[in-house]
């Protein structure tokens, strides 16, 4: 595994905790109870959580594992996630309760009541429907931050078609080679979207992706900007036209609980991004579950606002499913937070009185660095849970987070689980845990994760290794889209004796048993939350005419977990000062942002004359990441030819 950085070291020596205080866990949603009660049932312990929800059919079995890693959750059971989501609500009488207070980032404002959010759905499944789009069917999504992103969800739900939501961010190319392997029937879109208080194009760049495209016989555009866009006269569509007219009445078809719910594409060791697949009942239960018990979300009190993009996993269960089948009130915020000045948060948490806040620890580091003066001038009293995601959370960024915006009387809780896993695996829980600074301490109630070794052997306290889920969990992924043979290959051939899941995260135990998530084992890097792989960067890199060859390392960053560096040879031929120049190495930066997207681009760029490598001709990252992160080059024996650390480093030195 990687050598752990010095910084991850001193997080073991962490020993301050936080017990709930008496009056939170008086009304807390979980009990320490339930760690035992899971425990000694497993099965029975999930079709509690499963009774959150509304089933047509209810199930005749909670697990089938005998196809495993395939497995199967309450079986024969039947339900509707989009009636789960809305509909039900409105029938035990909270049709008039807010389900989302919409924030646009120019200052416009949208509350939508669960009875029109109902309305929209079924519009909006309606004319789904009337477009040809059927059950199994794959409709592609790129949306900003807007109602209309969780409505077309929702109604893709509704009538059994599997959506595939695109992040905003993604490059042209990005979401065509999604569309592609999804086969896409239909793409929705939006003209444009506001970002740092300009409006940037969307919908010309799904134009450019989808050009030649065979499978979208449709593109819905909901009007947000109001820009001019291009137009394909039998192929587009604006969503105004189409959804407003149509009948508000719909009536749900229950889905089998392992019907397709859908696909999310996300970055693996090869440069192919893997559709991730999720389905309907187990996905669902476990959502609303974990975001019940983690936030102690109480229906009809709380405010709850999770920071996310619907095009990430955390915007899927934690916005749209988990949320909604809880019955949330929910704020959703377009624009980015520091605009138009860097208290937009604060003041939003303010006017709605928000309750829940979850966001991701770039994000604080970053609060922390504009200054304590900032939150300090809005009312946070309204407060009461904090949560993180998305990548190791240090210890000084928890206490700040604690302190200054929790007021130190908001319990945080850091939440580990990944795209795969669909919900919170590991977490503390609210009123419950005695909370740790930078833990994300233990596997939920009906959880099972463990700490092991190359073997496979659980690790002591104070032992550290791979991260493994030893049991299977109703969230868990189905597979990969259209590849059931990597599926098994990524995930259950490095322990396939012992059948553990492993999750590609490092860990250790403390001297408590308490579990520290210490950042990704294999080839793929976390920016900003983002996780994105280095074959992919490498393969931008070395699509643009100078580059013969590039190795890319995520790198320690103060802000942003990791930040991109990549080491290139340029190709013969090509002057280095004329490539390896600032402007050069500029347009290599925006050439891996235009193939990928801007978050992929490069923190560095570094030309260098040769690459280390292993015999066997594997690049060695780690003694890259060692020059990136200006550490002292650790073990060169392995290398085919151990000088080149030296040419590369006196390279650099000398300021080539
Ligand atoms: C990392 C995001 C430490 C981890 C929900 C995982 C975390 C990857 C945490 C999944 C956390 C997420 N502590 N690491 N609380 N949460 N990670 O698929 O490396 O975008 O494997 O899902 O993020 O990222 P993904």
Redesign the pocket.
Known sequence: MTEQSPALDNLLTESRTFPPSEEFAARANATPEWYAEAEQDREAFWARQAERLHWDTRWSQVLDWSQAPFAKWFVGGKLNVAYNCVDRHVEAGHGDQVAIHWVGEPGDTRDITYAQLKDEVCKAANALTSLGVTANDRVAIQLQMIPEAIVAMLACARIGAMHSVVFGGFSPTALRSRVDDAQAKVVITSDGQYRRGKAAPMKANVDEALAGAESVEKVVVVRRTGDDVPWTQERDLWWHELVDPQPAEHTPQAFDSEHPLYILY?SGTTGKPKGILHTSGGYLAHVAYTHHAVFDHKPGEDVYWCTADIG???GHSYIVYGPLANRVTQVVYEGTPNTPHEGRHWEIIQKYKVSIYYTAPTLIRTFMKWGNEIPAKYDLSSLRVLG??????NPEAWMWYREHIGGNRCPVV???????TGGIMISPLPGVTHAKPGS?QRPLPGISAKVVDDTGTEVGKGGGGYLVLDKPWPGMLRGIWGDDERYKETYWSRFAEQGFYF???GAKYDADGDIW?L??VDDVM?VS???ISTTEVESALVSHPTVAEAAVVGATDPTTGQGIVAFVILRGGVAEDEAGGTEAIQALRNHVAKEIGPIAKPRQIMVVPELPKTRSGKIMRRLLRDVAENREIGDVTTLADSSVMDLISSGLRSGK
Do not use: K
């Open positions: 996300t990430w996993v955390t993180s995601v998305g990548e190791p959370i850091d939440t580990w689980w990944q795209t795969e994300a999750a590609g995260d998530l950042g990704r976390n939350g983002h996780r």
